[in-house]
């Protein structure tokens, strides 16, 4: 019996989607719920998993094609095996050759590598450049030198292997071309969207999170036993963030047209870098959600994210985003506000820095934060109120806990 397989049931806000990749061709046999292939979409990947046991009779789309829902890209014969291929059709040569065979062979071909030839153009060189192009496995040929009456030089050669000076024929300069992905068209086009529809500001301060890792050091490992997740620094900072959106609903809000819409919730979005690019999973009502929840949450969607399981759902929404350079090492940073979302927060790698306490200088760590806004419907002060909310919240994480 002939089984259809079809595209997904995408959501209204994506239209189409584009086959990434196949990991079956036809005539292959495939189990059921075995991924077939891979569709992106501008958000996702998605896998599309085969709904029968059998062989695939047809594939009617070629990597790279554009899909929309529902649409029948293979068909698959249910309960059908693939043929063997039959003993008459294997040739000869394709045997395995004996051991003593292929070693035999393997010495030849040793020797043969041992003794190669430098590049052509080197011969005739002086010693060193000799020296230096059968080293860097230049040839001089392809080098435009600069000694006497055109003569290629130590220099050219070690010029040329760095990629200092293109050559003849620019081989030292490689360029590869390669289209965008859909992903990454999407995040250029959010981007742009941002810059040019946002009154984009941006407010910084500092943090002193020392009293946020006493608490990790002293907590972390009975955390760790209760709740089966490590208690690290973003539950804090989504935490303290959901409690500063509630007291500051104007960071909290979004725009939708004329209209300004205050959210009564805190959904989330966490940035989380993958291969493809930069992912927004939403965390929602973070404002009920505990320390346990919030660390579970977070590494649920970075392995989903990184696996490609992430589903178009998870992505859509959210009023708030928290994004951390602080990975990478980033010092300080303007983060890109995610229209139709007001505000996102950006936090930074952490660096011991001398401060003044109590009229006496100490080694604290210090992080920079960074709150980007949209100025058309958060006022300075606003923004900055927020920022010290979540200052004064990590500098005394109790608060948190006591809802202050």
Do not use: C
């Not at 998605?46 to 009779?57: R, T, Y």
């Not at 030198?145 to 003569?151: E, I, L, V």
């Not at 303290?240 to 909290?252: E, G, K, S, Y």
């Not at 109590?358 to 923004?383: C, E, F, T, W």
């Amino acid at each position: 019996m002939a089984i259809e397989v079809k595209v997904p049931v995408l959501p209204e806000s994506v239209s189409d989607a584009t086959i990434a990749s196949w990991h079956k061709k036809a005539g292959d046999t495939v189990k059921r719920d075995e991924n077939l292939l891979d569709l992106e979409t501008d958000k996702v990947v998605l896998e599309v998993p085969s709904p029968v046991n059998g062989v695939i009779k047809e594939i009617r789309f070629a990597e790279g094609a554009t899909v929309t829902s529902q649409q029948v890209i293979a068909v698959i014969e249910e309960g059908a095996i693939a043929e063997a291929p039959k003993q008459d059709d294997v040739k000869p040569e394709a045997k395995k050759a004996e051991p003593a065979t292929a070693a035999k062979a393997a010495a030849p071909a040793e020797a043969a590598k041992q003794a190669a030839p430098s590049p052509s153009g080197n011969d005739n060189l002086p010693p060193g450049a000799r020296f230096a192009a059968n080293t860097s496995g230049v040839d001089a040929a392809q080098i435009e030198g600069t000694g006497r009456r055109g003569a290629v030089t130590k220099e050219d050669i070690v010029n040329y292997a760095s990629g200092k000076t293109p050559g003849v024929s620019g081989g030292a300069r490689p360029e590869e071309r390669v289209p965008m992905t859909r992903m990454r068209k999407r995040i250029a086009e959010r981007l742009m969207l941002s810059k040019n529809s946002i009154a984009m500001l941006t407010s910084f301060n500092e943090v002193n999170l020392a009293n946020v890792m006493t608490m990790r050091k002293a907590l972390g490992e009975q955390f760790q036993k209760d709740y089966g997740i490590k208690l690290g620094f973003m539950s804090f900072f989504a935490k303290a963030a959901a409690n500063a959106l509630q007291r500051h609903p104007a960071v909290n809000a979004s725009v939708d047209g004329d209209d300004v819409i205050y959210h009564g919730y805190a959904d989330i979005s966490i940035a989380v870098s993958t291969d493809k690019g930069l992912v927004t999973p939403v965390l929602r009502n973070v404002e009920r959600m505990g320390f346990a929840e919030i660390e579970q949450g977070i590494s649920d969607y970075a392995t989903a994210a990184r696996e490609g399981g992430l589903k178009l759902e998870d992505l859509q929404g959210g009023t708030f985003t928290i994004t951390n350079g602080g990975t990478f090492g980033s010092l300080l940073s303007t983060p890109i506000v995610n229209p139709p979302q007001s505000a996102i927060l950006g936090m930074h790698t952490i660096k011991e820095r001398p401060i003044v306490e109590n009229g006496q200088v100490i080694a604290a760590p210090m992080m920079y934060i960074a709150l980007s806004y949209d100025h058309r419907v958060i006022d300075g002060k606003d923004a900055v109120l927020f920022l010290v909310d979540i200052k004064n919240q990590l500098e005394n994480p109790h608060r948190m806990l006591l809802g202050m």
